[in-house]
Antibody, heavy 122, light 106 residues
Framework: QVQLVESGGGVVQPGGSLRLSCAASGFTFSSYGMHWVRQAPGKALEWVAFIRYDGSNKYYADSVKGRFTISRDNSNNTLYMQMNSLTAEDTALYYC???????????????WGKGTTVTVSS | EIVLTQSPATLSLSPGERATLSCRASQSVSNYLAWYQQKPGQAPRLLIYDASNRATGIPARFSGSGSGTDFILTISSLEPEDFAVYYCQQRSNSITFGQGTRLEIK
């Protein structure tokens, strides 16, 4: 079945870096754009970044622009998020999610992983 | 940035009742709006996209309407499993989510 499994979360000090991964299975990964969405404890969802199916375009929320980099490896069906210069405000559960539309621009998220937790604390 | 404002923040209803949730955009998003359901400890689930299209496997009791700046999610007759938090999301200009409406059992 269609599945997304995130990994790479953990505890990191302010100013530190972390790399998240998302392993995809059950669908043609290379045909769909992918998103990262985060949720701070007790808070609403916040969209973080999107990458087109072929990696040709990437979009970021203003809150992470210049610090986070989304990428993908279509040969290994894996999505990544490199997170640098982390602050306490980045503490959240990070979800990867599949875009609804094949080979399109960013739209909606129809498949979600269970998430991986990032905690930024000294 | 397009701000989505959901109301009410909390809605208290009983099973079998009709639920009406609102999402208002700070500027027109055409029909580029989705609704998600999130239960405690779970990832969100896509319910409605492009304002009124039900996602795969979503029961017919869920319906969406609206365009421009005002949108409604209606649950025609609440089932026990429908009590959750609901978010709207726009894709007209970048992507933003609303702050959520908590639907709780009265």
């Amino acid at each position: 079945q269609v599945q997304l499994v995130e990994s790479g979360g953990g505890v990191v000090q302010p100013g530190g870096s972390l790399r998240l991964s998302c392993a995809a299975s059950g669908f043609t990964f290379s045909s769909y754009g992918m998103h990262w969405v985060r949720q701070a404890p007790g808070k609403a969802l916040e969209w973080v970044a999107f990458i087109r199916y072929d990696g040709s375009n990437k979009y970021y929320a203003d809150s992470v622009k210049g610090r986070f980099t989304i990428s993908r490896d279509n040969s290994n069906n894996t999505l990544y998020m490199q997170m640098n210069s982390l602050t306490a405000e980045d503490t959240a559960l990070y979800y990867c999610a599949k875009d609804l539309i094949t080979s399109g621009t960013d739209s909606y998220m129809d498949v979600w992983g269970k998430g991986t937790t990032v905690t930024v604390s000294s | 940035e397009i701000v989505l404002t959901q109301s009410p923040a909390t809605l208290s209803l009983s099973p079998g009742e009709r639920a009406t949730l609102s999402c208002r955009a700070s500027q027109s998003v055409s029909n580029y709006l989705a609704w998600y359901q999130q239960k405690p400890g779970q990832a969100p689930r896509l319910l409605i996209y492009d304002a009124s299209n039900r996602a795969t496997g979503i029961p017919a009791r869920f319906s969406g309407s609206g365009s421009g700046t005002d949108f409604i999610l209606t649950i025609s007759s609440l089932e026990p499993e429908d009590f959750a938090v609901y978010y709207c999301q726009q894709r007209s200009n970048s992507i933003t989510f609303g702050q959520g409406t908590r639907l709780e059992i009265k």
